[in-house]
């Protein structure tokens, strides 16, 4: 069994910064692209960034500059660190991963629950 767990979210004030983490822990046998989605209240889940398994970055074109993604692959963990925070950046923010677990063939793609960001103004 996979799981992707985030942490790092809360309450911050506009101007602030946030670093978020993700951790993926089961029976892995690879990771290949890992990601970060945030998803507002009634509205759609939205790319922010991924990073490959060499580190490769790619960006949403709104979220460069503020945001910037990395990982430890020893420690099965991908991060973001967002800065100068804007009330419209409140939103439940989601890891994803590309998973091939132990007992598996291909890779498959993983969530994480999420973790609740509010910028207030």
């Known amino acids: 069994q996979v799981q992707l767990v985030e942490s790092g979210g809360g309450l911050v004030q506009a101007g602030g910064s946030l670093n978020l983490s993700c951790a993926a822990s089961?029976?892995?046998?690879?990771?290949?692209?890992m990601a970060w989605y945030r998803q507002a209240p009634g509205q759609q889940r939205d790319l922010i960034a991924t990073?490959?398994?060499?580190?490769?970055?790619n960006y949403a074109f709104s979220m460069k500059g503020r945001f910037t993604i990395s990982r430890d692959n020893a420690k099965k963990m991908v991060h973001l660190q967002m800065n100068s925070l804007k009330p419209e950046d409140t939103a439940v923010y989601l890891c994803?991963?590309?998973?091939?677990?132990?007992?598996?063939?291909?890779?498959?793609?993983?969530w994480g629950k999420g973790t609740l960001v509010t910028v207030s103004s």
């Open positions: 089961g029976s892995i046998a690879s990771i290949s692209d």
């Open positions: 990073i490959t398994r060499r580190g490769r970055t």
């Open positions: 994803f991963a590309e998973i091939v677990t132990v007992t598996g063939n291909a890779a498959m793609d993983y």
